[in-house]
């Protein structure tokens, strides 16, 4: 059974800092392209990042690039999204996703998605 865990959400100030985590199982997590997406309050999903197999390759939407970062450690079976400079817009639920075998451009397709783990940036 494929599951997937976020993690590390929460109250930040704007300008502050928070690191998102996202724990697989039930698959070959070093295999797959994996993905954050978010969904704001009122709005439609929003795809954040992706990062390839091995972690050397990564893409982000313009609304995040230069302050998140992405990174995999598939020894751990696990994903990141390190959020720097939060402002009020990063405020969504933030959801780890499996890419799809095949997708490898934006729009991506998903098979697999987490819970959601809530981050809310305001003072």
């Known amino acids: 059974q494929v599951q997937l865990v976020e993690s590390g959400g929460g109250l930040v100030q704007p300008g502050g800092s928070l690191r998102l985590s996202c724990a697989a199982s039930?698959?070959?997590?070093?295999?797959?392209?994996m993905s954050w997406v978010r969904q704001a309050p009122g709005k439609g999903p929003e795809w954040v990042s992706v990062?390839?197999?091995?972690?050397?390759?990564?893409r982000y939407a313009d609304s995040v690039k230069g302050r998140f970062t992405i990174s995999r450690d598939n020894a751990k079976n696990t994903l990141y999204l390190q959020m720097n400079s939060l402002k009020p817009g990063d405020t969504a639920l933030y959801y780890c996703?499996?890419?799809?075998?095949?997708?490898?451009?934006?729009?991506?397709?998903?098979?697999?998605w987490g819970q959601g783990t809530q981050v809310t940036v305001s003072s």
């Open positions: 039930g698959f070959t997590f070093s295999r797959y392209y």
């Open positions: 990062i390839m197999t091995g972690g050397g390759s990564t």
């Open positions: 996703a499996r890419v799809k075998s095949g997708s490898y451009y934006y729009p991506y397709e998903y098979d697999y």
